[in-house]
Nanobody, 124 residues
Framework: QVQLVESGGGLVQAGGSLRLSCAAS????????MGWFRQAPGKERELIAA????????YSADSVKGRFTISRDNAKNTVYLQMNSLKPEDTAVYYC?????????????????WGQGTQVTVSS
């Protein structure tokens, strides 16, 4: 069992930055790939970034490429999402998720554990 707790969301003006953190419980964090998803009202949950167990392989959705960076610190059982140049369309609830696999998956259904989500609101 893995418990995930996100933090770092909030209200920011367009063009600003936020860093989300996701702290994981348990002693096997390094055996999980991790993903950041977001869900805006009336829209499906979408993967925006993922990282494999070592941090050596990452994925970014086209909508955030060049603006968002995913990273992890296995010693701290934490995965991060650095979000720069934020836009109003980035407004959503952001979730981290853990996948019991060394490799990345892009579909929400593949992930085994989810955090409760953190709200990010970008004002214009």
């Amino acid at each position: 069992q893995v418990q995930l707790v996100e933090s770092g969301g909030g209200l920011v003006q367009a063009g600003g930055s936020l860093r989300l953190s996701c702290a994981a419980s348990g002693r096997t964090f390094s055996s999980y790939a991790m993903g950041w998803f977001r869900q805006a009202p009336g829209k499906e949950r979408e993967l925006i970034a993922a990282i494999n167990w070592s941090g050596g392989t990452t994925y970014s959705a086209d909508s955030v490429k060049g603006r968002f960076t995913i990273s992890r610190d296995n010693a701290k059982n934490t995965v991060y999402l650095q979000m720069n140049s934020l836009k109003p369309e980035d407004t959503a609830v952001y979730y981290c998720a853990a996948l019991k696999s060394y490799g990345i998956a892009t579909t929400p259904g593949a992930y085994n554990y989810w955090g409760q989500g953190t709200q990010v609101t970008v004002s214009s």
